[in-house]
């Protein structure tokens, strides 16, 4: 059975006839002074305002046929039920399954419950200093060596959660190495001691060269010091992956290996045993509340209409915007400082599931699908990109993220790594900041929608400001290991809802693959010339090649003996 295509069905026929007579947001919120009580909803530890999008209740009406024409609802229920959603690679994706509470893991799904209580135990292991390096000393620094979502997820994690590490975890410290040029490595490599250095090789499919070849890089680093090989390999990797055969390739020993399995997306594996880094640099039960976090988020998604539901309102959002507005480029605006990495997760997340041009049958589409998608922590953007959103040329929607309580709750403040909480000035100091951050996050939504209205009019061509350019506010009650997997899950699910409407597989990533089988052709021609290359190089890439032997030759010249 093919998929229809998106603008094949009258609701999408319906919402394009909308789009003409809509009126701008400056109209809208006057005409309905209600607007905002009735544009927000809830979802587990957040609630979506989406009152500054540029729709009206027959909008809202239309998105909601969209949702049901397309039968969206059996979608979700393949999801969950393990059908085979990645068809062009013949799999179930089933991220979700891994957030199930432990007792049903237990009962349904063992094998997932077994993997989560091996990393449990090799983590109490390091916390505990019980798992020593090779001669004897316990182990101070762990290093994640893993790219895409075998990297961003963790990283994001434990950038965001950082306050809420648990004491045993403190002592450890946890760094992150993904570039292929080894210039992460090179600077961490230059300060740790291998001695207590244990390395993480995180990578679904273990082939990946840029993982693999910083964990040969860490290997070599490591014989310069331990004479024995095998002791070596026990002492300071462990391997996380899909494929046992080819971690046991690489000389990752049994003990060593924790598996996740092929329906779980790279981008959506840090709920598996790649989020051990986590788990060593928080703590067991955090990672658990991450997960119980996400596991919430899927009930939500799950069970909610679509108009109630917050990751299918934000996908719903996302395509009124896409297919009808025009708009081509999608802002993520967190502010909180402690969310810096979360716009690269989600450039990840939503531009490698749903850059697609053809269907899940191959059927090229003739419609937009993700937007360019980019983002900064709000307030440091304000002072970087935000002039374009406000007096550019170009279209920009917005997702802003905030979490209401900062710096005020007992509990994150007992846990907290720097004992911040104990000085009551500095922390005072710290409210009084994070309220000038609200008041920036608050005034920035509402000058992109209403433009000079939000103050008052002018002619000054330089100081004018358009409005008119949408964006949604997730705030979140406060910003912790629940709430943080509740978001990461939120995002998920509107990627796929997304996916759904626009008929193209999120699971997939075939466009990367060329660009990789290309560099394996080019790296050994690398040092050639033109007449021995063997392969027609396209000019540009051959005088580039040329220049780089060129250039690398002197340097090699003028280094002394
Ligand atoms: O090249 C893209 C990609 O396959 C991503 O989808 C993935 O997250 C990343 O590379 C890393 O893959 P792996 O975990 O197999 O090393």
């Not at 996400?294 to 299918?312: G, I, K, Q, W, Y």
């Amino acid at each position: 059975m093919t998929t229809p295509l998106l603008t094949g069905h009258p609701a999408f026929k319906f919402l394009a006839g909308l789009a003409p007579g809509m009126p701008t947001l400056t109209d809208l919120f006057q005409q309905n002074p209600k607007r905002a009580e009735q544009m927000h909803i809830a979802a587990p530890a957040m609630t979506l305002d989406f009152s500054k999008q540029r729709v009206d209740a027959y909008v809202l009406s239309g998105l909601d046929q969209l949702f049901e024409q397309l039968k969206l609802s059996r979608a979700i229920d393949a999801l969950f039920s393990g059908k085979e959603v990645n068809r062009s690679e013949g799999r179930a994706a089933l991220h979700t399954r891994l957030r199930l509470p432990v007792e049903q893991l237990d009962r349904d799904f063992p094998e997932v419950s077994h993997q989560l209580r091996r990393m449990e135990n090799l983590v109490g292991k390091v916390h505990d200093g019980v798992w020593r390096g090779f001669s004897g000393k316990r182990i101070t620094d762990v290093v994640n060596l893993g790219v895409g979502g075998s990297d961003l997820g963790p990283l994001m994690v434990t950038q965001a959660l950082k306050e809420y590490a648990l004491p045993e975890a403190r002592a450890l410290r946890v760094h992150f190495a993904s570039t292929i040029d080894g210039s992460q490595l090179f600077d961490l490599l230059d300060h740790l001691n291998p001695e207590t250095t244990l390395f993480l090789v995180a990578s679904k499919s273990f082939t990946t060269i840029d993982t693999l070849s910083n964990a040969d890089t860490a290997r070599a680093w490591l014989e310069r010091v331990c004479p024995d090989p095998s002791l070596m390999l026990r002492c300071h990797f462990i391997g996380i992956s899909a494929s046992v055969d080819k971690m046991d390739q690489w000389g990752i020993p049994e003990d060593n290996q924790l598996l996740f399995w092929p329906w779980v997306g790279g981008r959506f594996s840090l709920w598996s045993t790649v989020g051990c880094a986590i788990a060593l640099d928080l703590g067991m039960p955090v990672f658990r509340e991450l997960l119980a976090g996400a596991h919430e988020m899927d009930e939500h998604f799950r069970t909610a209409p679509p108009l109630e539901n917050v990751p299918v309102m934000m996908a719903l959002l996302g395509i009124w915007n896409v297919n009808v507005q025009d708009i081509r480029a999608h802002a993520i605006l967190p502010y909180d400082g402690r969310l810096k990495y979360f716009p690269p997760y989600l450039e990840q997340l939503e531009m490698e599931s749903n850059g697609k041009s053809v269907t899940q049958d191959g059927v090229p589409i003739d419609y937009a699908t993700c937007p360019v998608l980019w983002g900064e922590v709000g307030a440091n953007a304000q002072h970087a990109f935000y002039q374009l959103l406000h007096q550019g040329t170009q279209p920009v929607a917005s997702d802003f993220i905030l979490a209401a309580n900062r710096y005020d709750t007992a509990g994150a403040d007992d846990v907290s790594r720097s004992g911040m909480a104990k000085n009551r000035k500095h922390r005072e100091a710290l409210v009084a900041q994070h309220e000038l951050n609200i008041a920036n996050c608050l005034a920035q939504s509402r000058v992109l929608a209403l433009g000079n209205d939000a103050v008052d009019p002018t002619d000054n061509p330089f100081r004018f400001y358009p409005g008119n350019q949408p964006s949604s506010t997730l705030l979140l009650e406060r910003l912790d290991a629940f709430s943080l997997g509740a978001l990461i899950a939120c995002y998920e699910h509107k990627v796929f809802t997304q996916a759904g409407i626009w008929g193209v597989n999120p699971f997939d990533q075939w466009g990367v693959e060329l660009g990789k089988q290309v560099a394996l052709q080019l790296q050994p021609l690398l040092n050639q010339t033109a007449s021995d290359d063997g392969v027609a190089l396209d000019s540009s890439t051959r005088l580039l090649a040329d220049k780089i032997a060129g250039f690398r030759q002197e340097g090699y010249q003028d280094k002394p003996d």
